[in-house]
């Protein structure tokens, strides 16, 4: 069995696009993956148009290989796009592999530890703030909030993270200043007006979604330090799952960690077990996040279990399609110290189109694939059919 084809494709979702690489063997075997450049990554799909060439002929079963040799000629330039081009490539040659002995990813590992895996409605509100384009209800006040949270409920989901939302002056947005745009940008204080929107935000959640809802929040890299253990502190009356946080100091975060009775999560944009390390060492969290389709699966793994020697729990991150979600899930279904995995259930209204199976969630719960590979393919004929239009 041989590479022979390596081609990437795209698909519209509104405010975003959807990136798909495919890997074609010479036994007619495809292999597919779900990677984004959508949020800070263009180019990724250039870098892997740029290696394509080496990997022609070589076995896609050799995954480690291939990954290893890859890592070696980009060792200069480690991380950021040329990690997702590599993790894109690594995650489609091991969907080649399973197929091509006709078993789930997560059998090439051991086999499941688990038959269904916890999940959380993720960016709860977020999504629709921002565009009204998806054919869900907007977010506009605090009264939406509160019917969003009887949604989530009434869908079976026990789980639901947001964002800082800011509604409460008539111009409903999203905090984006850690992201060069927008409130806070590029100061990343934590105002008071800011504050005061958390504590709305929560209390509206609180009230539409019940008691019994777990309620998670996603600071992103809204603030700095001293930020971050405001809002932290802010926010603890409203008994939250954790507090999500984005920083590139370990010794920051563990400083935020232990002066927050919330529970910490980070690290969904680290790069490998080297990035990851120097954060277990400071037990600045207590749930690492790991990206799949950044990573690669297998790194994703022994990310996971290098958390483990840690006594850390791990949530895969998972803001992208049904494609991540499944392969998300097989890393979810090898963990055993897995804390609750992420999916976006607010999407384009043609979202199902792309795969050919689309993840079951039932209950808050979402059952292993059980088809070869991932368990789902690109629908390429839908992909085509809604070209991308604009990044965000």
């Known amino acids: 069995m041989k590479i022979e084809r390596i081609e990437a494709l795209r698909a519209d979702g509104i405010w975003r696009a959807f990136d798909f690489l495919k890997i074609t063997a010479d036994n007619g075997i495809v292999g597919w993956s ?27 079963g050799r995954y480690e290989a291939i990954t290893a040799c890859l890592y070696g000629r980009m060792r200069t330039a480690q991380g950021g796009m040329a990690q997702q081009a590599i993790a ?14 006709g078993i789930p990813v997560y059998e090439l590992f051991g086999g499941p530890v688990r038959e269904s895996i916890r999940v959380y409605w993720s960016h709860c509100g977020t999504y629709r703030v921002r565009t009204e384009k998806m054919g869900v209800p907007k977010v506009k006040t605090y ?17 639901l993270k947001t964002n800082v939302l800011l509604l409460g002056d008539g ?6 200043g850690g992201f060069g745009r927008g409130d806070g940008y590029p100061e990343l ?12 935000e929560l209390t509206a959640f609180r009230e539409g979604a019940g008691k019994d809802m777990d309620i998670l929040v996603d600071l992103n890299w809204n603030f700095k330090t001293e930020g971050f253990l405001r809002a932290a502190r802010a ?30 999560a980070s690290c969904e944009c680290l790069f490998g077990r080297r990035d990851y390390r120097p954060f277990f060492e400071q037990a600045a969290m207590d749930v690492a996040i790991i990206d799949v389709p950044w990573n690669g699966f297998s790194e994703s793994l022994k990310i996971a279990a290098m958390a483990d020697a840690y006594e850390i729990n791990v949530a895969p991150h998972n803001f992208y399609g049904h494609l991540s979600t499944m392969m998300s899930a097989h890393l979810a279904a090898l963990t055993p110290n897995l804390r609750i995995m992420e999916v976006d259930p607010d999407v384009v209204p043609w979202h199902d189109d792309l795969c050919t199976v689309k993840p079951v969630i039932k209950n808050g719960q979402m059952l292993l694939p059980t088809g070869p590979g991932w368990g789902t393919d690109v629908n390429e004929d839908a992909v085509r059919k809604h070209p991308a239009q604009t990044d965000w």
Request: aromatic residues 6%.
């Open 34 to 60: 779900e990677f984004n450049q959508s949020f800070g990554g263009h180019g990724v799909s250039a870098i892997i148009a740029q290696v394509a060439p080496q990997l022609i002929g070589q076995d896609p």
């Open 88 to 101: 894109a490539i690594e995650n489609a040659l091991i969907d080649i592999k399973a197929k091509s002995l």
């Open 143 to 159: 009264d939406d909030i509160v019917k969003l949270g009887q949604e989530v409920a009434a869908s079976g989901y026990s789980a």
């Open 171 to 176: 111009n409903p947005r999203v905090r984006g």
């Open 189 to 200: 204080n934590a105002d008071r007006y800011v504050l005061d929107a958390l504590r709305a």
């Open 235 to 264: 926010m603890e009356p409203y008994d939250l799952l954790w507090v999500e946080i984005d920083t590139r100091d370990p010794q920051a975060l563990a400083y935020i960690r232990n002066r927050t009775t919330i529970p910490v």
